[in-house]
């Protein structure tokens, strides 16, 4: 049999191919669980390896250690089958088990092969566009959907969703006219796709076109914020072009309606929380028990602590943020720890992206936290420029932007400061954020207007 965009697949299901197709249609679009309609794939022909392995891929692309378990179970549910599954199945089902042993590269390396033999196969796509984004590969982001773009008709089902990928691989490319407008045209039919929503989203944020940007979100509320593993991170969104007019309790009452508490429950959910709270904090707005409501909803931050480096400094922000220093040391040394394992113990590429990026950051911020402003400033400013090795979006990481600026404020580095703010004003239009920050490092606005 072959699915819906001609990949070949081992089974003779109608009912099981239906089902999958569901799944990679929620994984696409993050509406419901794919999990569900997984199970009802396997239920239908359990001898069908790639449903088993869609099982395992679906779990990784979250950054769940809780979840590697039962990642590692589907596989081993679906390696019995491998003997009848296609050469394509095959491949999928080796990718998998090298993203569940950390290696997210060579994982990707996988599915790049299954796209270049079936350049319509979404389900390698979305797995290796995720672990991509993960690991801040920018280039592939935009070059491996680029690859395949030409191969999709544009009346597939799915297409939009490809669209929507490459709209983001063109706005972490900085290409942000040609993102918008791609992101643009993928919901511009009836296909909710609140990844090219989330695109868009991201060139306004880093245009600085905030007002705008709320308007964008706010009218197309119903295609990202309802029943959506995306919405959390699209409300940050939102948040964030109010904290870029400095509406700090606007921000504030969507982390307490969508953003935090019951809102979050996994990793990705709580980093958004951890990264919107310490915003507020560095803008001076008191978050109140929001901290330590966050820290106590964190799971296991410091058993998980080597997974990957970015959850890590998110969970260390919310240590931080609660005031429990001593779990914020626990987190740091066994974060540490594991990344100086030999390679085969612990997560390569994790090992990599922590050594290089998240110690020295959690390093930095642990600083920041204990008034040890010039050490946190000699700490994230070396970062900037490779901070995109341990993943995360542009937007994300102006976290470490915003970190030093607050730390180079009341005379503690005037000079860093107006750095920070010439890049800033050069790369969007004056905001009241900006102008926040200028007045607290001590630099008047008008000497850093651009031409
Ligand atoms: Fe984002």
Same mark, same amino acid.
């Given at each position: 049999?072959?699915?819906?965009?001609?990949?070949?697949?081992?089974?003779?299901?109608?009912?099981?191919?239906?089902?999958?197709?569901?799944?990679?249609?929620?994984?696409?679009?993050?509406?419901?669980?794919?999990? $569900?309609?997984?199970?009802? !794939?396997?239920?239908?022909?359990?001898?069908?390896?790639?449903?088993?392995?869609?099982?395992? &891929?679906?779990?990784?692309?979250?950054?769940?250690?809780?979840?590697?378990? =039962?990642?590692?179970?589907?596989?081993?549910? +679906?390696?019995?089958?491998? *003997?009848?599954? @296609?050469?394509?199945? #095959?491949?999928?089902?080796?990718?998998?088990?090298?993203? %569940?042993?950390?290696?997210?590269?060579?994982?990707?390396?996988?599915?790049?092969?299954?796209?270049?033999?079936?350049?319509?196969?979404?389900?390698?796509?979305?797995?290796?566009?995720?672990?991509?984004?993960?690991?801040?590969?920018?280039?592939?982001?935009?070059?491996?959907?680029?690859?395949?773009?030409?191969?999709?008709?544009?009346?597939?089902?799915?297409?939009?969703?490809?669209?929507?990928?490459?709209?983001?691989?063109?706005?972490?490319?900085?290409?942000?006219?040609?993102?918008?407008?791609?992101?643009?045209? $993928?919901?511009?039919?009836? +296909?909710?796709?609140?990844?090219?929503?989330?695109?868009?989203?991201?060139?306004?944020?880093?245009?600085?076109?905030?007002?705008?940007?709320?308007?964008?979100?706010?009218?197309?509320?119903?295609?990202?914020?309802?029943?959506?593993?995306?919405?959390?991170?699209?409300?940050?969104?939102?948040? %964030?072009?109010? %904290?870029?007019?400095?509406?700090?309790?606007?921000?504030?009452?969507?982390?307490?309606?969508?953003?935090?508490?019951?809102?979050?429950?996994?990793?990705?959910?709580?980093?958004?929380?951890?990264?919107?709270?310490?915003?507020?904090?560095?803008?001076?707005?008191?978050?109140?028990?929001?901290?330590?409501?966050?820290?106590?909803?964190?799971?296991?931050?410091?058993?998980?602590?080597?997974?990957?480096?970015?959850? &890590?400094?998110?969970?260390?922000?919310?240590?931080?943020?609660?005031?429990?220093?001593?779990?914020?040391?626990?987190?740091?040394?066994? !974060?540490?720890?594991?990344?100086?394992?030999?390679?085969?113990?612990?997560?390569?590429?994790? #090992?990599?992206?922590?050594?290089?990026?998240?110690?020295?950051?959690?390093?930095?911020?642990?600083?920041?936290?204990? *008034?040890?402003?010039?050490?946190?400033?000699?700490?994230?400013?070396?970062?900037?420029?490779?901070?995109?090795?341990?993943?995360?979006?542009?937007? #994300?990481?102006?976290?470490?932007?915003?970190?030093?600026?607050?730390?180079?404020?009341?005379?503690?580095?005037?000079?860093?400061?107006?750095?920070?703010?010439?890049?800033?004003?050069? $790369? =969007?239009?004056?905001?009241?954020?900006?102008?926040?920050?200028?007045?607290?490092? *001590?630099?008047? @606005?008008?000497?850093? #207007?651009?031409?």
């Amino acid at each position: 049999m072959q699915d819906s965009r001609g990949c070949p697949i081992r089974t003779t299901s109608p009912q099981a191919l239906e089902h999958f197709e569901r799944a990679l249609w929620r994984m696409l679009s993050f509406f419901g669980d794919p999990v $569900a309609d997984l199970d009802a !794939a396997i239920a239908a022909d359990p001898a069908w390896s790639l449903a088993h392995t869609m099982q395992a &891929d679906f779990m990784l692309t979250l950054t769940e250690p809780a979840l590697v378990p =039962k990642a590692r179970h589907a596989l081993e549910a +679906a390696r019995p089958h491998l *003997g009848h599954a @296609t050469q394509r199945e #095959q491949l999928h089902f080796a990718a998998a088990e090298l993203a %569940l042993a950390g290696r997210w590269r060579d994982a990707s390396a996988l599915w790049d092969l299954a796209l270049r033999d079936q350049p319509r196969d979404m389900l390698a796509l979305i797995c290796a566009h995720l672990f991509d984004f993960y690991r801040g590969d920018a280039r592939s982001l935009r070059a491996r959907v680029a690859r395949v773009l030409p191969d999709w008709p544009a009346d597939d089902a799915l297409y939009p969703y490809v669209l929507g990928m490459y709209a983001f691989g063109l706005e972490e490319c900085n290409v942000y006219p040609q993102a918008e407008a791609v992101g643009r045209r $993928a919901v511009a039919g009836d +296909a909710k796709v609140p990844w090219a929503i989330h695109a868009v989203a991201h060139v306004m944020e880093m245009q600085g076109r905030h007002a705008e940007g709320m308007s964008w979100l706010v009218s197309r509320h119903a295609d990202w914020a309802v029943d959506n593993g995306l919405s959390v991170h699209n409300w940050w969104h939102l948040a %964030l072009f109010h %904290l870029e007019s400095l509406q700090t309790e606007t921000a504030l009452r969507l982390y307490d309606e969508s953003i935090g508490g019951s809102s979050a429950s996994v990793n990705l959910q709580w980093l958004d929380s951890a990264a919107l709270l310490w915003r507020l904090q560095l803008l001076g707005v008191d978050v109140g028990p929001r901290w330590t409501a966050l820290a106590a909803a964190w799971a296991d931050p410091i058993a998980h602590a080597g997974y990957y480096a970015f959850n &890590d400094v998110h969970a260390l922000l919310a240590l931080l943020g609660s005031g429990d220093a001593a779990r914020a040391d626990a987190l740091l040394v066994a !974060a540490a720890e594991r990344a100086s394992r030999a390679p085969r113990e612990a997560a390569p590429d994790n #090992q990599a992206m922590a050594v290089e990026v998240g110690l020295p950051m959690m390093r930095g911020l642990v600083d920041f936290s204990r *008034g040890r402003m010039r050490q946190c400033i000699d700490r994230l400013l070396p970062l900037r420029g490779i901070a995109h090795h341990f993943g995360g979006s542009h937007a #994300q990481r102006d976290l470490i932007d915003q970190t030093l600026l607050a730390a180079a404020s009341n005379g503690v580095d005037c000079g860093v400061g107006r750095a920070l703010l010439n890049e800033r004003r050069c $790369a =969007k239009p004056l905001t009241p954020l900006t102008e926040h920050w200028a007045r607290r490092v *001590g630099v008047s @606005t008008g000497s850093i #207007q651009p031409d």
